[in-house]
Every structure is written in structure tokens, then in C-alpha cells.
């Protein structure tokens, strides 16, 4: 009988003490804001002006301008990073990149445009006007951009420019 007493005594006392810390901390969680939000991008001229130049050619077209977004902005940028490691041109991991920006912004459509070589912004936007499948994504009914423009260290120029649809 003083086992089970014990028992009882025992199991009440942990009961009341994972149950009231549990509480406290589903009500913490419920009301934290979770939400991150990068770091403003600062961009360089030459990003700054393949920016100016695509809404350019869009205004022409009767396209909507586009906004520049943080999040395609850094996704661009860890792109180039791995095109100047890999020391190619690619498309490689695009599905990671369009999940990422699903996840973060909710992104509905997303597209790319990538490059290197060009020295210009206006050099590599025309270049993207005179390709078929680049100048669709220029086209697209998106909403926002994001761009990175990374030099190698042989002094090549990476680009890669995300089209956004939110």
C-alpha cells in the first residue's frame, strides 16, 4: 500500500509539472514571431542598372514594372557563388531556389535568367532581349525581381536575374 501511495504521489507531481511548463510554452511559441526577414540588399550599380534597363524594355512591351525582392536577390546570389565554384553556366538546383522562394514569399510563378562574360548591364540585358527563352522570362507576368551580379577570379562577371510571380 505505501508503494502504491508513493506511485500515485509520484505520477501526480510529475503530471502537474510537465503539464503547467507545457502550457506556458505552447503559449510563448503561439504568440513569438517566427518570421525572418533578410537583411536589406544593397546593390551595386551594375545591378542597380540591369534592374532600371529590364523595366525599361517591360515599359516598352506595356509590361508592369517589377519590384526588387530581398529573398530572389539572395537566392541570385548563392547561384552565382555556385556557378563560380563549378566554373560553368547553369541552371543547376533551380527547384531548390523556386521552393525556397515559395516557403519564404509565396512566391506563385518564379523564372531565370543567368550569364557571364558580359562587362555591361546593358551588354547582358540585350543579349537576354535577343534569346528566345530569355526574353520570355524579361516578358513574364511576374512581380518581382531579384539580381546578383558576382566577379570570379579570373575577372569574369557571373549574372543571375529571378523573375518572381507573388
Not at 551588354?123 to 511576374?142: C, P, Q, T, Y
Request: aromatic share 10%; with cysteine; net charge negative.
Amino acid at each position: 500500500m505505501k508503494n502504491l501511495t508513493y506511485s500515485v504521489w509520484l505520477l501526480a507531481i510529475c503530471v502537474f509539472s510537465l503539464t503547467s511548463c507545457s502550457k506556458d510554452s505552447v503559449e510563448e511559441m503561439e504568440t513569438a514571431d517566427l518570421t525572418t526577414k533578410p537583411a536589406p540588399v544593397e546593390y551595386s550599380s551594375i545591378e542597380t542598372e540591369i534592374l532600371d534597363l529590364v523595366n525599361a524594355y517591360r515599359a516598352q512591351k506595356g509590361l508592369s514594372e517589377l519590384v526588387d525582392l530581398a529573398e530572389g536577390s539572395v537566392q541570385a546570389a548563392s547561384h552565382n557563388e555556385h556557378m563560380i565554384e563549378n566554373d560553368e553556366v547553369c541552371h543547376d538546383f533551380f527547384g531548390n531556389r523556386y521552393q525556397a522562394l515559395v516557403n519564404s514569399v509565396n512566391a506563385k510563378a518564379v523564372s531565370e535568367n543567368v550569364a557571364f562574360g558580359f562587362r555591361t548591364a546593358d551588354a547582358v540585358v540585350n543579349a537576354w532581349i535577343k534569346s528566345d527563352g530569355h526574353r520570355k522570362n524579361l516578358e513574364g507576368d511576374h512581380t518581382h525581381f531579384g539580381i546578383s551580379v558576382k566577379e570570379a577570379k579570373d575577372g569574369k562577371l557571373y549574372f543571375t536575374n529571378i523573375f518572381v510571380k507573388k
